[in-house]
């Protein structure tokens, strides 16, 4: 019988985008917007974050097992991050990644490209409602809460049980569905994932992993096996980044 969970999940949040330095440049100039002209959707992976998908793929080629199913949010900067992970020899040549639209990054709305200066400035109602509401509730107009993210996420790891049964399946996306992942399939509480937000950002390409434990529950489930793992760029002296993407607010 086909297991219901992967033999092994791995989560991984792309490496540095430009994005993450233009934003660094931002709020040390303290500016109320984040210096882009694309789309969030077209920001690419920095140079650093290129080494650093390098650096993963690197780590997994010499791994026990490798990926044979690669999941990608459709944003460029998580693409690329799977393409390099691939070319570096993490996984086969052939393998194709997969991008589902349900791994994008949050949506943050009219907040989108605000620096927390700019939030403050320029949309003091909504930093109000963010302060009252909680990061976890709060849905900008136009964007989405933490809430909306993980309904999406619900809907995903239906159709992971549903097709990638005992197989090794990596997901490639951003900080807020890497934390969002962990709330659906660990069970957690609001209070819990926060505090687990709060502890640290995720770095990025760091690794998430969970593996299937049949005695695990009525039916065997998913066990986190590591959280937050840097030992790719680690071992390959690759610089370690972990910033919130693209808005500050993104963790305040």
Known sequence: MTPRWPATLWVVRHGQSAGNIARDLANEQGLTRIALEQRDVDVPLSNLG??????????????????????ASP????????????AAGGCSPAERICTDERLREKEFGILDGLTSTGIRELQPDQAAFRRNLGKFYHRPPGGESWVDVIFRLRALMDTVSLHYGGRHVMIVAHQVVVLCLRYVIENLSEAEILAIDK??????????????DSDYGHNGGL????????APMDRDHTPVTAAPDRMVAARG
Do not use: K
Request: proline share 2%.
């Open 75 to 86: 944003y460029v900067r998580a693409v690329q991050t799977a393409e390099l992970f691939r």
């Open 223 to 230: 066990v986190l096996s590591r959280y937050n793992a840097t």
């Open 50 to 71: 290129r080494e650093q998908a390098t650096a993963l793929g690197r780590w997994f080629a010499g791994a026990d097992a490798q990926p044979e199913v690669i999941l």
């Open 199 to 212: 502890a640290g950002d995720v770095a990025n390409c760091a690794i998430t992993e969970y593996y299937f």
